[in-house]
């Protein structure tokens, strides 16, 4: 069941989000593999909790690098997210994982501190 992922920008930075998280189970290596299609993130860890730390620092170090170098909204836009405001859904189908039996989906969210120079 896949449902929309939500990001808010303001002043070309992400300010938040909401994404869904799957979590398959890898037997062949014995890991869980986290996957986010709509940002192109995908990581794994030893078991679900594991997999679920690891996929949350890989964002947050995704968001940190679109925030500083780029303009989010343009980011997001180039991947297919559709703006309407400062949001931006994306609900992509493509998983990047094949053949994996699916553990669960998860929503994490993100509040990111707006920065001092931000309006």
Do not use: Y
Request: charged letters at 25%; aromatic letters at 8%.
């Amino acid at each position: 069941m896949k449902t929309a992922n939500k990001v808010v920008v303001r002043n070309g930075q992400i300010v938040e989000a909401e994404l869904v998280v799957q979590f398959f189970c890898d037997q062949k290596h014995k890991e869980v593999v986290a996957e986010c299609p709509s940002l192109l993130i995908a990581t794994s860890g030893k078991d679900l909790s594991h997999a679920k730390e690891m996929f949350k620092e890989a964002c947050e170090l995704w968001i940190e690098t679109i925030n500083k170098d780029f303009d989010a909204r343009e980011e997001l836009e180039n991947m297919g997210w559709k703006f309407t405001g400062m949001q931006a859904i994306s609900t992509s189908t493509k998983d990047l994982v094949d053949d994996l039996p699916l553990l669960s989906n998860n929503s994490i969210m993100f509040n990111i501190p707006a920065p001092t120079w931000a309006n």
